[in-house]
């Protein structure tokens, strides 16, 4: 039992320490913070920070993961909705994120830091679950060069819409919402069209869109 209390304090510290690393890296650059700056706004001695984080850079990863895990479970699919529901419901997910930790979300994208191997590496993996979410809706295990190029495509509109959208917020979330879902139907009729074999034998349905996007 104690050995389980300790494991328990130790993983409520390293998520107190990781929330403040959220807040933290939202308003302020990389280069900026300090470990000693992280230090004293958590109130613990550096040396509990590099026990639980490999320094600095390690505990910026860290949030960075903590961050990424977080906006996958908000936007995880409700299998009891239809394609465009799931989609939409994912989306309005997404925009609450960006709500809430937009600061830290811009941060990651355009940040100096975001050209880092590290960095690039977490990103990756975070666009590659959501692809990996959307072909196992439309029950395939190996998306076809075509789909998969255009679903890559998608992401980066939707990251690329994220970020204008917290930099000038004159669109209300539900007009950006079905920009985004406009612009999955498109992406999702197009593969369709050059390559129908990129879909199962239900074909594009599956995806929640006809031939003509209705």
Same mark, same amino acid.
């Not at 320490?17 to 706004?41: C, K, P």
């Not at 809430?100 to 990103?123: D, K, Q």
């Not at 079905?178 to 034998?201: F, H, M, N, S, T």
């Given at each position: #039992?104690?050995?389980?209390?300790?494991?328990?304090?130790?993983?409520?510290?390293?998520? *107190?320490?990781? *929330?403040?690393?959220?807040? #933290?890296f939202?308003?302020?650059?990389? $280069?900026?913070?300090?470990?000693?700056?992280?230090?004293?706004? @958590? +109130?613990?001695?550096?040396?509990?920070?590099?026990?639980?984080?490999?320094?600095?850079?390690?505990?910026?990863?860290?949030?960075?993961?903590?961050?990424?895990?977080?906006?996958l479970?908000l936007?995880?699919?409700d299998? @009891?909705?239809?394609?465009l529901?799931?989609?939409?419901?994912?989306?309005?997910?997404?925009? +609450?994120?960006?709500?809430?930790?937009?600061? =830290?979300?811009?941060? =990651?994208? !355009? +940040?100096? #830091?975001? =050209?880092?191997?590290?960095?690039?590496?977490?990103?990756?993996?975070h666009?590659?679950?959501?692809? !990996? /979410?959307?072909?196992?809706?439309?029950?395939?295990?190996?998306?076809r &060069?075509?789909?998969?190029?255009?679903?890559?495509?998608?992401? &980066? #509109?939707?990251? +690329?819409?994220?970020?204008?959208?917290?930099?000038h917020?004159?669109?209300?979330?539900?007009?950006? /919402?079905?920009?985004?879902?406009?612009?999955?139907?498109?992406?999702?009729?197009?593969?369709? @069209?050059? $390559?129908?074999?990129?879909?199962?034998?239900?074909?594009? @349905?599956?995806?929640?869109?006809? &031939? !003509?996007?209705?």
């Amino acid at each position: #039992m104690t050995a389980r209390r300790t494991r328990l304090d130790n993983d409520q510290r390293r998520s *107190q320490l990781i *929330q403040l690393g959220i807040e #933290m890296f939202s308003t302020r650059a990389y $280069d900026d913070i300090s470990i000693d700056d992280v230090a004293e706004r @958590a +109130g613990v001695s550096k040396g509990l920070l590099y026990h639980y984080f490999d320094g600095k850079r390690g505990f910026y990863l860290a949030t960075l993961r903590a961050a990424s895990h977080r906006l996958l479970e908000l936007t995880e699919p409700d299998p @009891a909705l239809g394609p465009l529901e799931q989609l939409r419901a994912g989306i309005d997910a997404h925009i +609450g994120y960006l709500r809430e930790y937009g600061s =830290v979300y811009a941060t =990651v994208h !355009r +940040g100096a #830091m975001s =050209v880092s191997p590290e960095v690039r590496e977490i990103l990756d993996e975070h666009r590659e679950v959501v692809v !990996r /979410r959307i072909t196992k809706r439309l029950g395939i295990s190996r998306p076809r &060069a075509l789909l998969r190029n255009a679903l890559r495509a998608w992401i &980066a #509109m939707v990251e +690329g819409a994220s970020l204008d959208w917290l930099e000038h917020r004159d669109l209300e979330p539900e007009v950006l /919402r079905e920009l985004l879902v406009a612009g999955y139907v498109a992406v999702c009729e197009q593969v369709y @069209a050059r $390559d129908p074999k990129a879909y199962p034998p239900s074909g594009i @349905a599956r995806a929640g869109v006809t &031939a !003509r996007g209705r």
